[in-house]
């Protein structure tokens, strides 16, 4: 189940994000993710000492998004709907060669004898 957070620039979502990371390094999982990144980038400013556990989580995202070279704010991009779903490639097997079908039951047959 996905997480849901109400505003983050309210006291009361603060808090729920702050109680969500007491037991979590991140949003979702056991390593950082496209959710840490929604969740940072909803945040208007690094949340205060007064929310240990979500101070602690932003200054860690911050810290790997620069690591990674990620640090310039961006200049407000808008995305209009979303990226089509891929569908899964189904695998076909690769067409049957009937020189090697041919020559591996000569050698079954070799082998009985």
Same mark, same amino acid.
């Given at each position: 189940?996905?997480?849901?957070?109400?505003?983050?620039?309210?006291?009361?979502?603060?808090?729920?994000?702050?109680?969500?990371?007491?037991?979590?390094?991140?949003?979702?999982?056991?390593?950082?993710?496209?959710?840490?990144?929604?969740?940072?980038?909803?945040?208007?400013?690094?949340?205060?000492?007064?929310?240990?556990?979500?101070?602690?989580?932003?200054?860690?995202?911050?810290?790997?998004?620069?690591?990674?070279?990620?640090?310039? *704010?961006?200049?407000?991009?808008?995305?209009?709907?979303?990226?089509?779903?891929? *569908?899964?490639?189904?695998?076909?097997?690769?067409?049957?060669?009937?020189?090697?079908?041919?020559?591996?039951?000569?050698?079954?047959?070799?082998?009985?004898?």
């Amino acid at each position: 189940m996905a997480a849901s957070f109400p505003n983050f620039n309210s006291d009361s979502g603060l808090k729920k994000l702050d109680e969500h990371l007491l037991t979590r390094s991140y949003i979702t999982g056991y390593q950082a993710s496209k959710d840490d990144i929604t969740v940072f980038t909803a945040l208007a400013k690094p949340p205060t000492s007064q929310y240990v556990n979500a101070s602690r989580w932003y200054s860690h995202i911050d810290a790997l998004l620069r690591i990674s070279g990620v640090s310039a *704010e961006g200049s407000s991009v808008i995305v209009e709907g979303s990226a089509p779903v891929a *569908e899964e490639a189904v695998a076909t097997p690769p067409a049957a060669d009937s020189k090697n079908e041919q020559r591996d039951s000569d050698n079954a047959d070799q082998a009985k004898e």
